[in-house]
């Protein structure tokens, strides 16, 4: 199956510093989503992207389909902003196209 | 006000015992999917179903079993052939299989 490999896996901050997290992935999807798992552990949908760009506040994302790998940039962190980022991918080939996650980044924001 | 739900939100079992997991949405989504996650883990596909009366095993089907007579509502229960049953289950829909997919709030089933 797709292996999906999401890095760094742990990562601290300092409020008010920038970040980026990588996500690659083994072969071509059809959708690419990205997730905030709060201490709850609810999923927060933060992307649905396939390709190209998008931006939502502080949030922004790019999806490189043709080299399987997309970025979540953080900038200005806050400490609400601490929790595991999720990166899940849909296979082409998938069943029922379920995402494929990785394991995800653990974020700590300090004050 | 439109979303997912999950019932309940912990769940202790015996062993041995049957339970079942709700999960319910009213977003008119005709694809939903459970997952299981375990701790400092992703998730993992259970069952999925793209339309009512449908429903197709994901990865780790052994020891659970679903039904999805309703379009809003995919309970999920997990037997006592489940080996490791305590986890974190999520249930997610989408309005179409493909497009962009919702999670609820999960349950946490914990086996005594």
């Known amino acids: 199956g797709i292996q999906v490999e999401q890095s760094p896996p742990d990562l601290i901050l300092q409020e008010g510093a920038n970040s980026t997290l990588r996500c690659n992935f083994s072969?071509?999807?059809?959708?690419l989503q990205w997730f905030h798992q709060n201490p709850w552990g609810q999923l927060i949908n933060l992307f649905y992207i396939p390709s190209g760009t998008k931006q939502n506040g502080r949030l922004s994302a790019t999806t490189v389909a043709t080299e399987r790998y997309s970025l979540l940039y953080i900038s200005s962190s806050q400490t609400t902003d601490s929790g595991v980022y999720f990166c899940a991918v849909d296979p082409n080939s998938n069943s029922g196209y379920a995402l494929n996650f990785g394991k995800g980044t653990s974020l700590l924001v300090t004050p | 006000d439109g979303g997912i739900t999950q019932s309940p939100k912990y769940l202790f079992r015996k062993e041995g015992q049957n339970v079942t997991l709700s999960c319910e949405q009213n977003l008119n989504h005709d694809a939903m999917y459970w997952y299981r996650q375990d701790p400092g883990q992703g998730l993992r596909l259970i069952y999925y179903?793209?339309?009512?009366?449908?429903?197709q095993k994901g990865d780790i089907a052994e020891g659970y079993s679903v039904s999805r007579e309703k379009k809003e509502s995919f309970p999920l229960t997990v037997t006592s052939a489940q080996k490791n049953p305590t986890a974190f289950y999520l249930c997610?829909?989408?309005?179409?299989?493909?497009?962009?997919?919702?999670f609820g709030p999960g349950t946490r089933l914990t086996v005594l």
């Open positions: 072969d071509s999807v059809n959708n």
């Open positions: 179903s793209q339309i009512v009366n449908d429903f």
């Open positions: 997610a829909s989408s309005l179409n299989p493909g497009r962009e997919q919702f």
